[in-house]
C-alpha cells in the first residue's frame, strides 16, 4: 500500500503554530510583491475568496470580515516542512516528498495502515502543530484520491482504499477533474464525452484512452483499477534548468538596481546547482518592463552563453549574468522583473576537464564556495555574500506582512516570560 500524506492548508497552519489566536479565524497568504492570494484557510474559503485573485479585488471582503493576510514566508514554510518531512522518513522505509506539503510514504508490509496513519498523523500534529490528512491506495493515483476523501469528506483525516468493493464505490464520487493527472483539457474533453466521474473513465476502451491522452492517460486508468505503474521516487533526478526571477517590489530604471537582482539571482542558482552536486553549460539573463503598464512600450531582454565548460562556480556565473546585462539593458526604461536561468545541467562528477583550466585554483574555489555555503545553511542565507548583491536592496520584494521567522532567525525566536 502507498499512503499519501498531505498538510492542511499548510501555509495558514505554520502562520497558526505560532499565533494561536488564528485559530478558526480566516487567514489568506500572499504571492510575492503581496499581489495575489495563492493561500487560504477553511475559513477564508468560505467567505469566497479565490485561489490566485489579486488581493486588491478581494479588499471588500477581507477588510469587511477581519481576514489576517501574510506575506509569503518562505523560510518559515521551508522549515516547517523539513521538519514534517524528517518524522515522515523516520517512520517509513522509502519516501517521495511531492512538493513542500505533500509526500508518498511506502506502507508495504503495515497490518494496520489505518490505525498506523492515525498514530503516525497525532505524532506530527504533537511535535509540530501542523495538521495533516493521510490518504492510502494500492497506487498512488488511488493514494490520491483517498487523500481527497480523507480531506474532504472525514472527521479523522484518514483514509483506506484498502478493498476493491471500497474503491469502486469511491470512484463513482470522484469527478474526472478531481483525478491526479489530468487537466483542465482533458477533463473538458472527457466531460464532452459525457464521462464526468473516475468510474466512468475507467470503463473506457484502453486503447482510445492511450490514442486520445497519451501513455500518461492510459498509466492513470490503469492505476485506478489497481495496477502500479507509478512508484515512488526516492532519488529524484537533478533539474535540467533552473531559473531565479522576481518581480520588483518597486520598479527601477537604474543599471545598479538592476545589477544587484542579477548578481543576487546568479548567487542563488549557484547554489542551487552546488545542492544537488551539479554544474550549469549555460546561462541566461532576462529583464522586462511591466507589460500592463499602457503609457511606456513594453521590453522583453534576453540573451544566452555557454561557458568554456559545465560549472557551479558562483563568481564565474555571476560574471557572465553581468555581462549579459549590459548587452540588453536599455536606459530610460522602467523595469519591473529580472531573472537568471542556468541549463543544460550535468552532474558535477561527470564535468570534463578543460584543458586550459588551472586546476589548483578550482580546487581552491571549491573550498571556498563549500565553507561559505555551510555558514549560509547554519547561520541563515546571505550571511556571507558578493558585495555585488547589494547591502540594502532596493529592488527586493515588497512584504508588507512578513510575520517573524520563528525557527530559522534568533531574534524572531518566541520568548516566553514566567
Known amino acids: 500500500m502507498i499512503a499519501l500524506a498531505d498538510c492542511n492548508n499548510f501555509y495558514a497552519s505554520c502562520e497558526r503554530v505560532f499565533n494561536p489566536a488564528l485559530e478558526n479565524k480566516p487567514i489568506v497568504v500572499l504571492s510575492n510583491n503581496d499581489g495575489c492570494i495563492i493561500a487560504r484557510s477553511n475559513e477564508a474559503k468560505s467567505l469566497g475568496i479565490k485561489m490566485g485573485e489579486p488581493v486588491f ?54 497490518n494496520n495502515p489505518s490505525g498506523f496513519a492515525g498514530e503516525l498523523k497525532n505524532d506530527i500534529r504533537k511535535s509540530t502543530g501542523i495538521p495533516v490528512s493521510i490518504g492510502i491506495g494500492p497506487t498512488k493515483t488511488l493514494a490520491k484520491i483517498a487523500n481527497h476523501v480523507a480531506k474532504k469528506k472525514t472527521d479523522s483525516g484518514i483514509f483506506c482504499l484498502d ?75 537533478w533539474k ?78 555571476v560574471q557572465a549574468a553581468n555581462d549579459l546585462l549590459k548587452c540588453i539593458y536599455k536606459q530610460g526604461l522602467t523595469y519591473k522583473k529580472a531573472g537568471v536561468i542556468v541549463g543544460d545541467i550535468v552532474p558535477q562528477d561527470r564535468v570534463q576537464i578543460d584543458l586550459f583550466e588551472n586546476l589548483e585554483n578550482d580546487s581552491e574555489i571549491n573550498s571556498l564556495h563549500k565553507a561559505v555555503d ?24 515588497k512584504r508588507e506582512k512578513l510575520s517573524p521567522c520563528y525557527t530559522t532567525r534568533w531574534e524572531d525566536i518566541l520568548k516566553i516570560r514566567c
Not at 471588500?60 to 514566508?73: R, Y
Open 240 to 317: 535540467k534548468n533552473i531559473c531565479t526571477s522576481r518581480s520588483f517590489g518597486v520598479k527601477t530604471k537604474k543599471l545598479k538596481d538592476l545589477k544587484e537582482a542579477i548578481t543576487s539571482h546568479s548567487v542563488r542558482c549557484a547554489e542551487k546547482l552546488r545542492m544537488q552536486n551539479a554544474c550549469a553549460r549555460y546561462i541566461s539573463v532576462l529583464i522586462k518592463t511591466d507589460p500592463f503598464n499602457d503609457k511606456d512600450r513594453y521590453y522583453y531582454g534576453y540573451r544566452s552563453v555557454s561557458f568554456n565548460s559545465p560549472t557551479n562556480d558562483t563568481i564565474r556565473i
Open 374 to 397: 555551510r555558514i549560509n545553511r547554519s547561520m541563515g542565507r546571505d550571511k556571507v555574500q558578493i558585495l555585488g548583491q547589494g547591502l540594502i536592496s532596493k529592488w527586493g520584494l
Open 57 to 110: 479585488k478581494a479588499r471588500k471582503i477581507i477588510e469587511g470580515n477581519n481576514v489576517n493576510v501574510f506575506s509569503t514566508n518562505f523560510a518559515l514554510y521551508g522549515d516547517m516542512s523539513n521538519r514534517v518531512m524528517s518524522m515522515l522518513a523516520d517512520v517509513a522505509p522509502e519516501i517521495e516528498i511531492y512538493s513542500i506539503d505533500e509526500a508518498f510514504i511506502d506502507f508495504t508490509g503495515i
Open 163 to 237: 478493498s476493491p468493493v471500497k474503491i469502486d464505490q469511491i470512484l463513482k464520487e470522484i469527478s474526472v477533474s478531481d483525478i491526479w493527472g489530468i487537466g483542465s483539457r482533458y477533463s473538458s474533453m472527457l466531460c464532452g464525452q459525457n464521462i464526468r466521474t473516475a468510474h466512468d473513465f475507467i470503463k473506457l476502451d484502453e486503447q482510445w484512452v492511450l490514442e486520445k491522452m497519451t501513455i500518461v492517460g492510459l498509466k492513470t486508468l490503469q492505476e485506478l483499477k489497481e495496477h502500479k505503474h507509478f512508484a515512488l521516487d526516492t532519488n529524484p533526478t
